[in-house]
């Protein structure tokens, strides 16, 4: 199994500009979750799904964020407009099938706004 | 502020010493888990304890979740090289979707 695939794997983008970042989860896995880690504030919970229907979005920082899961393989964050603070590595992690309490993490997509 | 703290935040030591780390918080736990993380990659699950009082083996690595399942440490016996790394702690409180992480420690062991 590949694994859960992020990409990109590294953003340069400037202030203003929409970023989307895409996660293919573990195939068979049915729940999705988007973290963000930074120096500061450890690794946050932003929203996770559950069978491609969001279940928790309290851990968006603000509207300028959304995420989207069209289908069990294929999910989406967005920011739009982006700012300077929300340089990050934003995680995509998965969950399903037999043991379900484990979440596999994506290798990450290190974003930089300048 | 953070659900769970860790301690330390960092540590540096010899191949060949023991060590304790540390997770914290005022809050019970339905379960926790340890993850260690390497530079450029995502987190990777080394063990889930459940139940208050647990203590699970990995090798050289002994995890214990506290008696009232608000605390866990993690204990490494004759450390490596290849320990180095970012460990983080996670606990569940009321299902196994939401996990809150702790703000980790970072081990550096040195040859």
């Known amino acids: 199994d590949a694994g859960v695939i992020q990409s990109p794997r590294h953003e340069v983008t400037e202030m203003g500009q929409e970023v989307t970042l895409r996660c293919k989860p573990i195939?068979?896995?049915?729940?999705l979750f988007w973290y963000r880690q930074t120096m500061m504030r450890g690794l946050e919970l932003l929203i996770y799904?559950?069978?491609?229907?969001?279940?928790?979005d309290s851990g968006m920082p603000e509207d300028r964020f959304s995420a989207k899961m069209p289908n069990a393989s294929f999910s989406t964050l967005k920011i739009q407009p982006s700012e300077p603070r929300d340089s990050a590595v934003y995680f995509c992690?998965?969950?399903?099938?037999?043991?379900?309490?484990?979440?596999?993490f994506g290798p990450g997509t290190r974003l930089t706004v300048l | 502020t953070q659900l769970l703290e860790q301690s330390p935040q960092f540590l540096s030591i010899q191949e060949g010493e023991n060590l304790t780390v540390y997770c914290n918080s005022s809050?019970?736990?339905?379960?926790l888990q340890w993850y260690r993380q390497e530079p450029g990659e995502g987190p990777v699950l080394l063990v889930t304890?459940?139940?208050?009082?647990e203590v699970k083996k990995l090798k050289r690595l002994t995890f214990q979740f506290g008696d009232a399942r608000k605390d866990s440490s993690l204990h490494i016996t004759a450390a490596q090289p290849g320990d180095t790394g970012l460990y983080l702690c996670?606990?569940?409180?009321?299902?196994?979707?939401?996990?809150?992480f702790g703000s980790g420690t970072k081990l550096n062991v040195k040859p």
């Open positions: 996670a606990g569940a409180r009321h299902n196994f979707n939401k996990f809150y």
């Open positions: 799904f559950n069978n491609n229907v969001p279940i928790d």
């Open positions: 992690a998965t969950s399903g099938g037999t043991h379900t309490d484990t979440q596999y």
């Open positions: 195939s068979g896995h049915n729940s």
């Open positions: 304890v459940v139940t208050g009082g």
């Open positions: 809050s019970v736990f339905s379960s």
